[in-house]
């Protein structure tokens, strides 16, 4: 290895147009701008969603609805499933890492326990909130539902 067949990283040197270099690199002159015209002057900005005068998109679209910004969602985790977890790791209490763990929830999710299915095992379960079924159910089964 010499100083002939040195050269930079792979995709450490990029090369853009280098506008207004001269009329010999072919970018010279306007610089790809055009003639006259607000676009081609400098400090130009372009405002958003501005479309020449016409009807912008954003306000002619029906809107409707209402989209509530302190909603909770809660990702809904059944007995049935923690049952079946139970007795695939034989674990007694669960909390919302283990539901990441076992790929039921996300890490931001909050986990609501629902009470679809039956649970023999007394199990300890940590969750964000319980419906009334569940929690009848585990505290039945002989476990305890805590709300973290």
């Known amino acids: 290895m010499d100083l002939s067949n040195l050269k930079p990283a792979e995709g450490s040197v990029r090369r853009g147009k280098r506008l207004g270099r001269g009329e010999g690199s072919?970018?010279?002159?306007?610089?790809?701008?055009?003639?006259k015209g607000q676009k081609s002057r400098?400090?130009?900005?372009r405002q958003f969603g501005y479309e020449g005068g016409?009807?912008?998109l954003q306000r002619r679209v029906p809107k409707f609805g209402f989209r509530n910004i302190?909603?909770?969602?809660?990702?809904?985790?059944?007995?049935d499933l923690l049952q079946g977890l139970a007795?695939?790791?034989g674990a007694s209490s669960f909390n919302v890492q283990t539901f990441v763990d076992a790929g039921l929830?996300?890490?931001?999710?909050l986990?609501?326990?629902?009470?679809?299915?039956?649970l023999d095992a007394g199990l300890e379960i940590k969750?964000?909130?319980?419906?009334?079924s569940a929690r009848e159910a585990i505290e039945k089964s002989g476990g305890k539902a805590v709300k973290i």
Do not use: C, W
Not at 26 to 35: E, L, Q, Y
Not at 111 to 118: D, E, H, P, Y
């Open 26 to 35: 072919g970018r010279g002159g306007t610089s790809t701008k055009g003639h």
């Open 42 to 45: 400098s400090g130009y900005k």
């Open 54 to 56: 016409q009807m912008p």
């Open 70 to 79: 302190n909603r909770k969602s809660y990702k809904g985790i059944n007995i």
């Open 87 to 89: 007795e695939k790791t």
């Open 105 to 109: 929830a996300s890490r931001n999710d």
């Open 111 to 118: 986990v609501k326990i629902l009470g679809r299915g039956k």
């Open 127 to 132: 969750a964000h909130a319980f419906s009334r």
